[in-house]
């Protein structure tokens, strides 16, 4: 009888060892796991060394937004996704003939692809409220390259989710509800210096007081090899806030 009870006490505790060690051992591999989820998104965005626009491709990206009225449509297009009770911003991204060709002139030597140098315009239509430019993707370009004018507010941040869309064509963009998307980065973009991210993935633009003005230059089919030549050359991985 007593040697039952200590073998039956021998198996438990063998029990209970082997219970903590694949605790342990899946505690472990869970940290791994999100850390190295965690190192991806991070190296998603890049701080990239280009010059800075001339004062004439500045100007000319300020003229075309001052005559340009609030993207009514991109606004009310958010608003039917997100349902009421977010202020959503008027986003318009749009070419104009002189910022296009002063871009090229300037910027078009440093991709292996063709250049489509355009302004990025966010409007907060309801500046007693901030304003979010809500997730979307850019599916007319699969990267993008920022200067940012006029950040648009104190702290507007740019928001990264875990859903991106198919590389399937270059028309148009997707939105997406806040409600079936995870935050998985938070970066905030300071003006005058250049950003890149890829833009399949859905992202959103938040707090925005008044008005962000970008720069903007779209690469619409580039290989992952000249992107790592980009970098390498050009770019500063950005590391999590």
Avoid at 116 to 131: E, R, V, W, Y
Avoid at 165 to 184: C, E, F, P, R
């Amino acid at each position: 009888m007593l040697l039952c009870i200590y073998y039956t006490k021998k198996i438990q505790a063998s029990q209970d060892f082997c219970y903590h060690l694949v605790f342990f051992v899946a505690r472990l591999f869970y940290f791994d796991f999100q850390q190295f989820w965690q190192n991806k998104y991070n190296r998603m965005i890049y701080q990239l060394n280009l010059p800075r626009p001339s004062d004439a491709l500045i100007n000319a990206v300020l003229k075309a937004a001052a005559g340009r009225p609030p993207n009514w449509e991109s606004k009310a297009s958010h608003e039917r996704v997100q349902g009421p009770g977010i202020n959503c911003a008027a986003g318009d991204f749009f070419l104009d003939e002189q910022v296009t060709d002063l871009g090229r002139r300037q910027f078009q030597q440093y991709f292996p692809y063709k250049l489509f140098p355009g302004i990025g315009l966010i409007k907060n239509t309801s500046p007693d409220t901030l304003a979010s430019y809500c997730p979307h993707t850019d599916k007319v370009r699969t990267v993008c390259i920022n200067y940012y004018i006029e950040a648009g507010g104190q702290n507007v941040t740019t928001v990264f989710y875990d859903k991106e869309d198919l590389i399937d064509d270059l028309v148009g963009s997707h939105m997406a509800a806040y409600k079936d998307l995870n935050k998985i980065k938070e970066q905030y973009f300071n003006e005058n210096i250049w950003y890149m991210f890829g833009t399949r993935r859905f992202h959103s633009v938040e707090n925005i007081e008044g008005v962000r003005i970008i720069l903007t230059l779209s690469l619409t089919n580039c290989s992952t090899e000249d992107l790592g030549k980009l970098i390498e050359n050009y770019g500063t991985t950005l590391t999590a806030n």
